[in-house]
C-alpha cells in the first residue's frame, strides 16, 4: 500500500527567502515520486519527478527535491522565493506503471513582500 | 497550444439531475483520469483508463460512470447528482511511461 502525508497544511516566508515543503511517504516497492504546483483557479502543473534516477531532482521555477530512502522522504526546496511561487502544492506518490496516483493534502504556500 | 481539455468549466445542478463531463487529449497519451478535489483533502481519484477500451475504478468511484469513447476522449457521468458531488473535477492524461500528468483546467461543480 501506498501513502503520502505532507507535513506542513501552510507554510509562510517572505520574499527573497528559502522555501521548505515536506513530505514524506510510504510504499511497498520503489516508488516514482512527483512535485505539482495549483495557482489559483488552475490546473496542476507538474514540478518535478522522481523515478529512480538521480536522488535530486531539479524542476521549473528554480525548484528541487531530493529523495531520501532511509527517511522516506521527498522535501520540495527553492532558495529564493518569489511572489509568483504563492499557490498550492501536491506531493505524490505513483503505483507502478503511474496508475492509481496518490496525492498528499497539499501545502499552501504564502509569499509576504 | 492545448493539451488536456475539459468542458464545461462551471456547472450548477439540482439534486438529482444528469450530466456529463467531457475530456479531451490531443499528446497522443494513453492512460487518462478523473479526479475530484475538495477542501484539505488533495485529489481523489475517480475513475481511470489505462489505455483505449479499459476503464477502471479509483478510491471513489461511486455515483459515476466513464466512456472512454477513443483515445482522445475519457468523459464522467454523474447519473443523478447529489450534494456530495459538489466538488472541482480534474481530467488527467499520461504517457506509456510514469512520468507524470498532464491536467486540465477543471470544472467547478455544484449540486443544490
Known amino acids: 500500500a501506498q501513502s503520502v502525508t505532507q507535513l506542513d497544511s501552510h507554510v509562510s516566508v517572505s520574499e527573497g527567502t528559502p522555501v521548505l515543503l515536506r513530505c514524506n511517504y510510504s510504499s511497498s516497492y520503489s516508488p516514482s515520486l512527483f512535485w505539482y504546483v495549483q495557482h489559483p483557479n488552475k490546473g496542476l502543473q507538474l514540478l518535478l519527478k522522481y523515478t529512480s534516477a538521480a536522488t535530486l531532482v531539479k524542476g521549473i521555477n528554480g525548484f528541487e527535491a531530493e529523495f531520501k530512502k532511509s527517511e522516506t522522504s521527498f522535501h520540495l526546496t527553492k532558495p529564493s522565493a518569489h511572489m509568483s511561487d504563492a499557490a498550492e502544492y501536491f506531493c505524490v506518490v505513483s503505483g507502478q506503471r503511474g496508475f492509481k496516483t496518490i496525492f498528499g493534502a497539499g501545502t499552501r504556500l504564502f509569499v509576504k513582500a | 497550444n492545448a493539451g488536456v481539455t475539459q468542458t464545461p468549466k462551471f456547472q450548477v445542478l439540482k439534486t438529482g439531475q444528469s450530466m456529463t463531463l467531457q475530456c479531451a487529449q490531443d499528446m497522443n497519451h494513453n492512460s487518462m483520469y478523473w479526479y475530484r478535489q475538495d477542501p484539505g483533502m488533495g485529489l481523489r481519484l475517480i475513475y481511470y483508463?489505462?489505455?483505449?477500451?479499459?476503464?477502471d475504478k479509483g478510491e471513489v468511484p461511486n455515483g459515476y460512470n466513464v466512456s472512454r469513447l477513443n483515445k482522445r476522449e475519457f468523459s464522467l457521468r454523474l447519473e443523478s447528482a447529489a450534494p456530495s458531488q459538489t466538488s472541482v473535477y480534474f481530467c488527467a492524461s499520461g504517457g506509456l511511461l510514469n512520468y507524470g500528468y498532464t491536467f486540465g483546467s477543471g470544472t467547478r461543480l455544484t449540486v443544490v
Open positions: 483508463s489505462a489505455s483505449e477500451g479499459t476503464t
